[in-house]
């Protein structure tokens, strides 16, 4: 008699919206000369939306508007001096976690021209919606 293995269940559905390397000037920096002169810097955002809002479809009013990110990563870079990568990073997580379909968000801060012979340094973040 052969015996049946049952098959592990499918994962839940998985919805992710990815900004990748997006490009901008910011004040960002500890040193004097990174107070005094913006610099390049670039930043990638991948959010997680919730089990409930995992299956988009072709409705656009429940996705999660990818041009809503790159305008919060844009006001946040223009808001004023940011000490730190992580600071950055920080910001951009609170402000994604405005939509309240996102459950987890990863973001990249990198300084482009710290070092000629690194394509950038900087912090990634990893945040699971508070609460």
Known sequence: MTERRSLPPDPAPLYVVTVRGLVLMASIGIRRHEREQQQRVRVSVDL?????????????????????????????????????????AERICNACF???????????????????????????LERTRPG
């Open 98 to 124: 405005a939509d309240i379909r996102v459950e987890r968000a990863r973001v990249w801060v990198e300084k482009l021209d710290v070092f000629a012979d690194a394509d950038g340094v900087g912090a990634i």
């Open 48 to 88: 997680t939306a919730s089990a409930a809002a995992a299956l988009p479809g072709e409705d656009r009013r429940r996705i999660i508007n990818y041009e809503k990110i790159v305008a919060a990563v844009r006001e946040i870079a223009a808001s004023g001096h940011i000490d730190l990568c992580e600071g950055f």
